[in-house]
């Protein structure tokens, strides 16, 4: 065990029927994409909030702990959240189909920003210059696959309402062929 190390990275879990709403609304542009998209597993579909890279496996534990600080054992509520506008990321050269998310009341942000800081602070985080763009990819654009055609059209607005967020999770990604599989390593829930 020791020695080893994982990719990880820290995301905003929805809620379920969030996640229902995004299958529906990218089916048809699966499809429109001629299989040059490949979507993101059900299940796997999340806000990421911090990127952690390569960690040793001793620091889930210390990790774990601090989220559960940040998120104070369930009583911090991130809600004010809506799907936003469809958005293509890289803007130049897409890799991914993602929907930007809205953060009417900040709490995403303050989140988001809290996290920041205190991964920062364990030396688990390196603070990035870009400005955090909440975001869910729904799907990845294949090896030699080109969704020009798609990225040109105007794409349906996902559904507006607004949502609270149902946990905050540690997951490791375990990168494969068949693109990357995602395993909760810690999950804190938020208040709803
Ligand atoms: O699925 P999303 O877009 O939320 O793009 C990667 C994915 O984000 C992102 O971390 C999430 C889990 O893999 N990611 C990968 N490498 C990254 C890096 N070097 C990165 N984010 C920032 N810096």
Redesign the pocket.
């Known amino acids: 065990m020791e020695g080893q190390r994982a ?1 990880l ?1 820290v ?1 905003l879990d929805l809620p379920a029927e969030v996640r229902a709403e995004l299958i529906a609304w990218r089916a048809p542009l699966l499809v429109a994409s001629d299989a040059a998209l490949r979507p ?1 597993a059900d299940e796997a579909l ?3 909030l911090c ?1 952690l ?1 390569q960690q040793p496996l001793a620091a889930v534990e210390p990790l774990a702990a601090a989220i559960a600080e940040v998120t104070a054992g369930g009583s911090v509520a991130v809600g004010g959240l809506a799907l936003g506008a469809p958005l293509w ?1 890289p803007r130049r050269r897409p890799h ?1 189909l ?1 929907v930007a998310l809205r953060d009417r009341d900040g709490a995403l942000g303050a989140l988001q920003g809290a996290l920041a800081a205190a991964l920062a602070a364990g030396g688990w985080f390196a603070p ?1 210059e870009r400005p955090y763009l909440p ?3 729904v799907a990845r654009v294949r090896r030699g696959g080109d969704p020009r055609a798609l990225a040109r059209r105007e794409l349906p607005a996902p559904p507006t309402h607004a949502f609270a967020g149902e946990a905050v999770t540690l ?1 490791r ?1 375990h990168l494969g062929g068949g693109g ?1 599989r ?1 395993e909760a390593l810690a999950r804190e829930r938020l208040r709803r």
Request: proline fraction near 0%.
């Open positions: 990719r990275f995301a993101v999340h806000v990421t990127f890279g990321l991914a993602t990035e975001h869910v990819t997951y990604s990357a995602y």
